[in-house]
């Protein structure tokens, strides 16, 4: 197995209550599925970095030679059929600075504060931009 293991925490900030979120593997599988309630929701993936940096693991997902993102499966998406809601937030983890990575390698957890809500009143979704930076998690 390469890299070395690191936690990165995913925060939805306010994600719309009744609604299921997971993480979703490379097979298009939702992992740990939650239904939200009022208070944010966090997700840790396991990552394994490697030299370059290079992320690694079940969540990670590619495109290009560089962008790297995990994916917050909602709704139908995150295993929840019956609701109306179908989507996905990708969470870009590529820019994620090195003095940062250095600390996640040394045991600390990354997190970023994610937006729950879109401008259409439904889940945010596409690609995520953060609410606050990467950072240590208390």
């Given at each position: 197995?390469?890299?070395?293991?690191i936690?990165?925490r995913?925060?939805?900030?306010?994600?719309?209550p009744g609604?299921?979120?997971?993480?979703q593997?490379?097979?298009?599988?939702?992992?740990?599925?939650?239904l939200?309630?009022?208070?944010?929701?966090?997700?840790?993936?396991p990552?394994?970095?490697a030299?370059?940096?290079?992320?690694?693991?079940?969540?990670?997902r590619?495109?290009?030679?560089?962008?790297?993102?995990?994916?917050?499966?909602i709704?139908t998406?995150?295993g929840?059929?019956?609701?109306p809601?179908?989507?996905?937030?990708?969470?870009?983890?590529?820019?994620?600075?090195?003095?940062l990575?250095?600390?996640?390698l040394?045991g600390?957890?990354?997190?970023v504060?994610l937006?729950g809500?879109?401008?259409?009143g439904?889940?945010?979704c596409?690609?995520?931009v953060?609410?606050?930076p990467?950072?240590?998690?208390?």
């Amino acid at each position: 197995m390469t890299g070395q293991p690191i936690t990165l925490r995913l925060r939805i900030q306010d994600p719309i209550p009744g609604v299921a979120y997971s993480l979703q593997d490379k097979k298009n599988h939702p992992v740990g599925p939650v239904l939200a309630g009022d208070a944010p929701l966090a997700f840790d993936v396991p990552v394994r970095l490697a030299p370059g940096p290079r992320f690694l693991g079940e969540f990670v997902r590619s495109e290009g030679p560089s962008r790297r993102f995990v994916y917050i499966a909602i709704g139908t998406s995150a295993g929840d059929h019956a609701s109306p809601w179908s989507r996905r937030a990708k969470i870009d983890i590529h820019t994620i600075p090195a003095d940062l990575l250095a600390r996640a390698l040394e045991g600390a957890v990354l997190e970023v504060l994610l937006p729950g809500k879109a401008r259409d009143g439904g889940p945010a979704c596409a690609t995520a931009v953060p609410i606050a930076p990467w950072r240590v998690a208390d």
